[in-house]
């Protein structure tokens, strides 16, 4: 009876462990539940438990034998959902229990991603004592450090480049995490960056980091970069300068004597 489930797969266990209830989980495992029934999506009951952060079940859960090899449809575990949503002890517990770090969804985002991704620091200090590898990228070469710099995670980005990230690391599409940065306008992030003498220069996608700061008419961007001697004069892939590209007249104003310089 304990087995029997809901729609989609969902047992009586997995609502419990979602939920935190501690004595009806342990009722429910006396009565003979099976801990590692999978819903239709792949979800278990220490999935849920993980995902909502409840340590004192997933403990619990592992104290009858819960697997952490279970996975999702998408490659999930336990592991890449409570890092996802920064349930730094659940991690912790579940790190001391055999998960695997290097865990990866489908499309190779691993627990660590995911948690740079949400900018959740504790969590990605727990990895990265565990083994976690900083550079591991997406199947479409999306690093951590690219995914927090997008975001606009700051502590996260120092973090991980204290660590080793490769600063210069770059996607598919030939962007880097200061490019990225620099086109969203996440300004705490390009410090952070630029304390680690990234590429200013043009890029695999034909462009610099300038230009996106230009694009995007983030004037203390633009400013931050100059600062640290991006060049003005440097043409795109489609040989256009940064001033070419803005529609703020400050930014002009900012540009233009700097090429008009050059050219004198």
């Excluded at 419990?16 to 009722?27: D, F, I, K, L, T």
């Excluded at 279970?70 to 959902?81: F, I, M, Q």
């Excluded at 230009?211 to 633009?222: C, E, L």
Aim: net charge neutral.
């Amino acid at each position: 009876v304990c087995t029997m489930s809901f729609k989609c797969g969902t047992t009586a266990l997995m609502v419990a462990s979602y939920n935190g209830h501690y004595e009806c989980v342990r009722e429910l495992i006396m009565q003979g539940a099976d801990i590692n029934y999978q819903r239709e999506t792949g979800s278990t009951a220490l999935f849920f438990a993980s995902q909502q952060g409840h340590k004192e079940v997933v403990k619990l859960l592992f104290e009858f034998g819960a697997s952490t090899e279970c996975r999702t449809k998408d490659g999930g575990t336990a592991l890449t959902a409570a890092s996802q949503h920064g349930h730094a002890k659940v991690v912790d517990t579940l790190l001391k229990n055999g998960a695997n770090v290097h865990d990866q969804l489908n499309d190779g985002a691993t627990a660590l991603f995911l948690a740079a991704q949400e900018g959740h620091v504790t969590v990605i200090r727990h990895l990265l004592s565990s083994g976690a590898k900083v550079n591991q990228a997406r199947e479409d070469a999306t690093a951590p450090l690219w995914m927090a710099a997008q975001m606009g995670h700051s502590e996260t980005v120092r973090v991980l480049l204290l660590r080793g990230a490769d600063r210069d690391a770059e996607r598919h599409d030939g962007s880097t995490a200061l490019f990225k940065a620099a086109f969203k306008g996440h300004n705490g992030v390009i410090e952070e960056l630029l304390k680690f003498s990234p590429s200013l220069g043009l890029l695999k996608n034909g462009s610099s980091a300038l230009h996106a700061a230009a694009m995007s008419g983030n004037i203390k961007t633009v400013l931050l970069l100059l600062g640290a001697d991006a060049d003005p004069t440097l043409v795109n892939k489609s040989n256009e300068l940064p001033a070419d590209l803005t529609k703020s007249d400050r930014i002009l104003k900012i540009l233009r004597p700097k090429l008009l310089n050059v050219d004198s």
